[in-house]
């Protein structure tokens, strides 16, 4: 993969940035339409269901942070499900055991959460914002070559699986033999989307759709109930904020994990960073302890309360932090969870992220995903639907202080972010990436706030993967004599064989000056990203 273009700027007042073209145009038909920046929301939500079905949909789950402009203010909507209260708990040990198959199967919260976002602040009707998504199911789209690469590469594992192996095969015929370029059709999805388009949430959480997921998932050895799909109820939050270089930046508070996001931007901001060399040595080795104490800090106390998060993030503990920095700390510990068992490197996390501005203010930032690479490799007989594998980011290692419970929160690495200047919104990031979303995002904004580049720029620059230990793995347009300067001071430093990675996500962005409306997008060339600027409405009469 190559660098992309500048940022894309604009006068106009709408603008779509996703990780697919084919779901940037979907959401901008629907401002085009009247619709707004919470309908186009729903709208790519589901078209990236269709042209990315490895990556996210329907029986997935999220976070949406966003700017609602009538009420002046920033929202989170969570639709993360708690673990099922039909979670056996004590039967795993490992997280391996988790990865696939029904019994990785969580409940899925991506639909509540898109209907729910429509209800609260959509304009059209549901059936409307939904239709780009069925056209495309029906009509067809060709596969990028990044999509040609997840889906050759892991479709045929899925559709061998004993027992599950021959619905996965039915929903996605092509899975061996794709090509860049291939029109694709999903008939399955389709019908099933018209179902939604119908009859909305339901048709999943008290319908007949999820009753043949939970018979199913029965029959292969799964526990989710109907039980279990009726208890799912998405949550608006209070965003929790910090101030970092003018801006106040929103993220979901726990039990999302945004807030190590959060804790390494405040530790850094005690570092005059702009007056270091970008990509020196200094800059990384700084930004990369930085990172990996806020992991660690995370990781310890997974899911604080309101009054534990006040004081981790107070000024008083943020300065003994600094001070730990100063001294060297951050160059070994975990990333990920108590203990990690995945070996360094192979993260199974896959996820996608999007922004949208409309034309009256709204700023939407969305992460969603089905976890690893077609989830569990599960999809339901009929429907084309693939479930998540949402419970291997559950923690069931024994003496881990985050040990999984029946319907406990399931805590979840996803930060989508809004912020905001002078209290009014002027930018919308976020990122795939699993648990080095937490590290990558941290990367973006020194990159666009310390170090001035334009956002593209900002999202382009070359990243970093930190993993436990000391390892870190970096891009390889990072000069080698850095990487190994990087070893001298105590990192396990490595390049990746590519320029450009997805190990260090896939970020889309929108920024809006606050003054004069104008947008400027950015889409991540690691994910074949797209920003897509909605045409202006003609005047009537």
């Known amino acids: ?78 639709f993360v499900p708690p673990i099922p209260r039909s979670f056996p708990a004590g039967r795993f040990t490992s997280r391996e055991q988790l990865l696939s198959g029904a019994s990785a199967v969580a409940s899925p919260g991506n639909l509540a959460g898109w209907c729910m976002l429509h209800q609260a602040y959509g304009r059209l009707p549901l059936a409307r914002v939904m239709a780009p998504a069925i056209a495309l199911a029906e009509g067809g789209f060709e596969f990028s ?15 061998a699986a004993a027992g599950t192996g021959e619905a996965f095969a039915a929903a996605f015929p092509f899975h061996g ?23 909305g949430s339901d048709v999943l959480y008290k319908g ?46 726990p039990p999302c994990e945004g807030f190590q996001f959060l804790l390494a931007l405040r530790l850094l901001e005690g570092f005059d960073i702009g007056a270091l060399a970008p990509l020196s040595v200094e800059h990384l080795d700084l930004v990369l302890r930085a990172i990996r104490l806020a992991a660690g800090l995370r990781i310890a106390d997974n899911n604080p309360d309101e009054a534990r998060l006040g004081a981790l993030l107070s000024d008083a503990n943020i300065r003994r932090l600094q001070d730990q920095l100063r001294a060297g700390a951050g160059l070994q510990g975990p990333t990920e969870q108590w203990t990690s068992e995945p070996p360094p490197g192979a993260d199974p996390g896959h996820t996608t992220s999007f922004s949208i501005a409309d034309r009256e203010g709204n700023l939407v930032c969305i992460t969603q995903s089905l976890g690893s690479v077609f989830g569990s490799g ?16 559950a923690d069931v290692q024994p003496g881990s202080p985050n040990l999984a419970r029946p319907g406990a929160p399931l805590a979840m690495c996803m930060s989508p972010s809004i912020s905001t200047r002078n209290g009014k919104a002027c930018l919308a990031l976020g990122t795939p990436g699993s648990y080095g979303i937490l590290q990558t995002q941290v ?40 990487v190994s300067q990087l ?55």
């Open 443 to 482: 990367q973006a904004m020194v990159s666009h706030l310390d170090f001035g580049l334009e956002l593209q720029a900002a999202i382009d620059a070359p990243r970093a993967r930190l993993w436990d230990g000391r390892l870190v793995e970096i891009e390889n347009r990072v000069a080698p004599e850095v």
């Open 378 to 393: 599960v999809a339901v007989p009929g429907t084309g639907v693939v479930l998540n594998n949402f419970l291997y980011w």
């Open 1 to 78: 993969m190559t660098a992309a273009a500048s940022t894309v700027e604009t006068d106009g007042t709408s603008m779509v940035a996703s990780a697919h073209r084919r779901a940037s145009e979907a959401g901008c038909a629907i401002l085009e339409a009247d619709g707004n920046a919470f309908d186009a929301a729903v709208a790519v939500a589901a078209a990236l269901n269709v042209v990315e079905p490895y990556m996210s949909g329907l029986a997935g789950m999220g976070f949406a942070t966003m700017w609602v402009a009538a009420e002046a203010r920033v929202r989170v909507l969570d």
């Open 145 to 159: 070559a990044f999509g040609v690469e997840e889906v050759t590469g892991f479709g045929p594992g899925h559709a």
């Open 177 to 199: 033999s794709l090509r860049e370029g291939d029109a694709v059709r999903l008939p399955l999805l389709a019908a099933t989307l018209r179902q939604v388009a119908g009859g």
């Open 487 to 541: 070893r001298g001071r105590g990192h396990d430093a490595r390049a990746f064989p590519q320029a450009f990675t997805m190990r260090v996500g896939g970020m889309q962005a929108i920024a809006r000056d606050p003054l004069s409306g104008r947008l400027a997008g950015a889409a991540d060339p690691r994910r074949n990203g797209a920003v897509v600027v909605a045409r202006a409405r003609r005047p009537s009469g």
């Open 208 to 253: 007949a759709l999820g009753a043949g997921i939970v018979a199913f998932l029965a029959e292969q050895g799964g526990t989710l109930t109907l039980e279990d799909l009726a208890a799912v109820a998405p949550i608006w939050r209070e965003p929790l904020a910090i101030d970092y270089r003018g801006l106040r930046i929103h993220v979901p508070p």
